[in-house]
């Protein structure tokens, strides 16, 4: 017997297929977005060098510290917790002190740090110093690609740096942003790969055998007392310490004026002023002894009491070469200096008249 000839009502829809199409790619993309997410709501805080340790300490003791300093190496190397707390408990104000600097941390990263920490809701959390800089838009060549730069490009951070790449907040003429765009499109490309990293979680593996394992490393980079300060005692050598001197000397006679910070980043520094405040903290801003000059003030009147040591003629003990291991770092010493200048100059400015 012949088979009945096939017909268009037997045939696949096209429309049919296009519309099963759409839709499996629909489930599919949700799929793998909640994924991502509940990934990034159970992997451990990511080990990145120097941030990871201290992030991962700083949550399972966030209550027994009242009062943390973040920002970079500056602060990693310059700043002693203990110093911090002596002074303070000789005026009668009780502190225990955690150093969250780390090498290389500017802005966004920064920003990201300072989210994890009020994310923990310490609640002792009286006073956050907070050292001030732009927001970075590079980064060395074979560091563009490592975790330390992936983990911290979320949504908001990246979108900080999108902004600042294409000066969105200012009104242009088109053909200005067009070239804008053309001109910072591989930046912004290698930014948008890296929220894509970080977003899929890629790499993740590592970081939850090292939170089983890796106990003994973060522990080391504590430094000795367990406060995230991490003394450097070395000398600074004659050749360095000559070449030092004479930039310094340049510096002084040039007299320059303190830098405002860009926009984009002051901006991020009074939002995250309120969010201090809002933690129930004070928020107050450093500038640390450093050259040549560094953004070190507000384009209008700061968020919050703002201590910069910039000035080498005002604070020449900052600036003396057995002070430093280089041009840019405290050794121990100046360290100790700087640290109880902080704390007076805090106290000063806080204690009721």
């Avoid at 009780?94 to 809701?121: C, H, W």
Wanted: proline share 8%.
């Amino acid at each position: 017997m012949n088979a009945r000839p096939a017909t268009a009502r037997d045939l696949p829809s096209a429309k049919v297929s296009r519309a099963s199409w759409f839709w499996n790619v629909i489930v599919g993309g949700a799929a793998f977005f909640c994924t991502c997410l509940a990934l990034h709501a159970v992997l451990p805080t990511p080990n990145v060098w120097d941030v990871g340790p201290k992030m991962r300490f700083f949550a399972a003791h966030k209550d027994e510290f009242d009062t943390i300093f973040v920002g970079s190496s500056h602060i990693y190397f310059g700043v002693s917790p203990a110093v911090f707390d002596e002074v303070l408990a000789q005026s009668g104000v009780p502190s225990r002190t955690f150093n969250f600097g780390a090498s290389g941390m500017y802005p966004p990263e920064k920003f990201y740090v300072l989210d994890q920490i009020l994310a923990l809701k310490p609640r002792n959390l009286k006073r956050v110093f907070l050292e001030i800089d732009d927001v970075q838009l590079t980064w060395l060549p074979d560091k563009q690609t490592s975790q330390r730069v992936v983990y911290w490009h979320d949504r908001k951070n990246t979108w900080i740096i999108i902004r600042k790449l294409l000066n969105l907040d200012v009104r242009e003429p088109l053909p200005r942003k067009l070239r804008m765009l053309r001109k910072a499109r591989h930046t912004i490309a290698l930014h948008l790969m890296l929220w894509a990293r970080n977003f899929g979680n890629l790499g993740r593996a590592l970081d939850v055998a090292e939170s089983f394992f890796g106990g003994n490393q973060m522990l080391e980079k504590l430094g000795p007392k367990l406060d995230g300060y991490f003394p450097v005692d070395e000398e600074i050598s004659r050749e360095k310490e000559l070449a030092y001197e004479k930039e310094l000397a340049r510096e002084q006679a040039a007299k320059a004026e303190n830098v405002a910070l860009d926009p984009y980043a002051e901006q991020a520094y009074r939002r995250y002023a309120r969010e201090i405040r809002r933690a129930g903290a004070t928020p107050i801003f450093l500038v640390a002894p450093i050259f040549p000059q560094l953004p070190s003030q507000f384009s209008g009147p700061p968020p919050g009491l703002l201590l910069a040591y910039n000035k080498p003629a005002l604070y020449p003990d900052f600036y003396r070469s057995a002070a430093r291991i280089d041009a840019h770092h405290l050794n121990p010493a100046g360290a100790e200096r700087f640290t109880r200048r902080i704390a007076e100059d805090f106290l000063t400015n806080t204690r009721p008249p």
